[in-house]
């Protein structure tokens, strides 16, 4: 099983350049307005020019004509959608779903992507990683999962759920809220290793 991975709530663009080079296959810029990880549409574009990944933006409850010119100005490669939004066809999108339960496995038609979290996104908290097989059955789209991964149970996620991605923001960081290189390096190492 050949697993993808994306680190996400890039700041910096030395962060991102990093990220990249240790072995990030797509990399987050986030544009909630409650995120402490909020970048401007100037810093995602500077990231997107620093990186030869895909960079993913993330918005929470946006409307869509904001995702859209967000997406195109940055020149960003998909859209990953968190809370409340309308669908649309005119960019690849990734639905977020806050995982609490088997209930919370709602249709997301026409995402490209589906993306289990945990049940609060950014707080670090995770789910139930055996949630990940009913998921499956609903879903055509390649599934990703985030919330609470870190290096030491990134491993143990991933037998668990059997994901086609994973997807880490705060457990790469440190105390600042910036990538920690040691943190970034340990990650990427035990995902690849448990993805083989």
Known sequence: MSGRIKLCGMRTVEDAVFCAEAGADELGVIFADRSKRKVSVEMAAAIRQ????????????????????????????????????????????????????????????????????????GSGKSFAWALAAEARKLYQAPLYIAGGLTAENVGEAIRQARPDGVDVSSGIENELGFKSKERVRAFVSAAKEAFQ
């Open 50 to 121: 620093a990186v030869k990944v895909p960079v993913v933006g993330v918005f929470l409850d946006a409307p869509l004509d904001e995702v859209l010119k967000t997406i195109r100005v940055a020149g960003l490669h998909a859209a990953q959608l968190h809370g409340n939004w309308s669908t649309s066809d005119l960019f690849p999108f990734y639905a977020a779903l806050q995982v609490t339960g088997i209930e919370s496995l709602q249709p997301r038609p026409g995402a490209s992507r589906i993306l289990l979290d945990g049940p609060a996104g």
